[in-house]
């Protein structure tokens, strides 16, 4: 069973910075280099936003408009890993971060085409 677990959510200032991490485990996740992944993030009562992808090898990176500039996604294909560093946080960063595993296409910010989802991780930004 695939395995995508995120940490490093908590509690900070705004203005401040948090790191995201994922890592995959599961035998179909097995070769990891062969998904682009992705982050999204939900607040209550809201429907799950796009926030950045990464495509297979790290030489592509997308950004939804909220955070360009502020956020950079990364991947580490020999750790299976792919984080997402969050810098300059608002409070309306506030929301429950969840990464995700796509086998299609090279950059997908459409949450149907992600077929692997971790639990997510709670980010609160607030003073």
């Known amino acids: 069973q695939v395995q995508l677990v995120e940490s490093g959510g908590g509690l900070v200032q705004p203005g401040g910075s948090l790191r995201l991490s994922c890592e995959s485990s599961?035998?179909?996740?097995?070769?990891?280099?062969?998904?682009?992944m992705g982050w999204f993030r939900q607040t209550p009562g809201k429907e799950r936003e796009f926030v950045a992808v990464?495509?297979?090898?790290?030489?592509?990176?997308y950004y939804a408009d909220s955070v360009k500039g502020r956020f950079t996604v990364s991947r580490d294909n020999v750790k299976n890993t792919v984080n997402l560093q969050m810098n300059s946080l608002e409070p309306e960063d506030t929301a429950v971060y969840y990464c995700?595993?796509?086998?299609?296409?090279?950059?997908?910010?459409?949450?149907?085409?992600?077929?692997?989802w971790g639990q997510g991780t709670q980010v609160i930004v607030s003073s």
């Open positions: 599961g035998r179909t996740l097995r070769n990891f280099r062969g998904y682009a």
């Open positions: 990464v495509n297979w090898n790290a030489g592509s990176t």
């Open positions: 995700a595993a796509s086998d299609v296409g090279p950059l997908p910010t459409e949450e149907g085409r992600y077929g692997y």
